[in-house]
């Protein structure tokens, strides 16, 4: 397991699964209202908990993001909601509506497209992703202040990577694809109508900073990574 500080107060604690070859990041934004995206599954609590520890009081904790409702995105939710009394689940309408409101122990924050959760210095953008990078609840937040982009399964790539990295994120994304998302993976990543323009109303965001759950922080044209991950996944899912 490790910590690193990937943009001011923005903490990426990460652990790497070497059976199935990929990191599992959650990011805490250290903020007056303390955020955590992705709580990771419930057996990573533990652990999580204590990285979350060297930064804040895990009491501490306000809102609990993610950005579709599966395990390592929010397997753990109640257990940060059991350790944090004034924290609240925040995700999409359709989130809360199918899912979250039934699964927390507290309702949902539930944001619509556009909407912004504020939590001090920080301004998180909410964007509504149906099936970007998939569920029908999908959604991404943008902290604007700082140009980071939360964005979850996109850009996923395998190996015990660097926390961050300058040089290309589409390039492994492309060979994680075609390599590792064959078998039971294969479908991961759907491709719709709506995929191309999502990708690109996220590029139009200029981010600085790409925040993945699965793989390095990348630093940099956050804009061309994502028109360029837009291309390779036309190419590879669209037919
Ligand atoms: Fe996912
Ligand atoms: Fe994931």
Request: glycine fraction near 8%; aromatic fraction near 8%; charge should be negative.
């Amino acid at each position: 397991m490790a910590l690193d500080e990937i943009a001011p107060d923005t903490y990426r604690i990460s652990t790497y699964v070497p059976e199935i070859n990929l990191q599992f990041n959650q990011f805490l934004v250290a903020d007056d209202e303390p955020l955590l995206y992705h709580t990771g599954m419930r057996g990573l609590f533990p652990r999580v908990l204590e990285e979350v520890a060297r930064v804040i009081d895990p009491s501490r904790l306000r809102w609990v993001s993610f950005s579709h409702f599966e395990s390592d995105e929010c397997g753990a939710l109640n257990d940060w909601l059991t350790v944090a009394p004034r924290a609240e689940p925040v995700c999409s309408v359709v989130g809360a509506l199918v899912s979250v409101n039934d699964f927390a122990l507290r309702p949902a924050r539930a944001l619509g497209d556009g909407e912004v959760l504020e939590t001090g210095r920080r301004r998180f953008r909410f964007l509504q992703t149906p099936h970007v990078p998939h569920c029908w609840e999908a959604g991404l937040m943008f902290e604007e202040t700082g140009g980071t982009l939360l964005c979850s399964d996109l850009f996923t790539h395998t190996g015990d990577v660097a926390p961050v990295t300058s040089s290309d994120v589409v390039g492994p994304f492309r060979d994680a694809l075609v390599a590792d998302f064959g078998g039971p993976l294969a479908g991961a990543y759907p491709y719709t109508p709506q995929t191309d323009e999502t990708l690109r109303r996220l590029a139009a965001l200029r981010p600085q900073t790409l925040a993945l759950m699965h793989g390095s922080t990348f630093v940099g044209d956050g804009e061309g990574a994502l028109r360029d991950l837009a291309a390779a996944m036309r190419e590879l899912l669209a037919a």
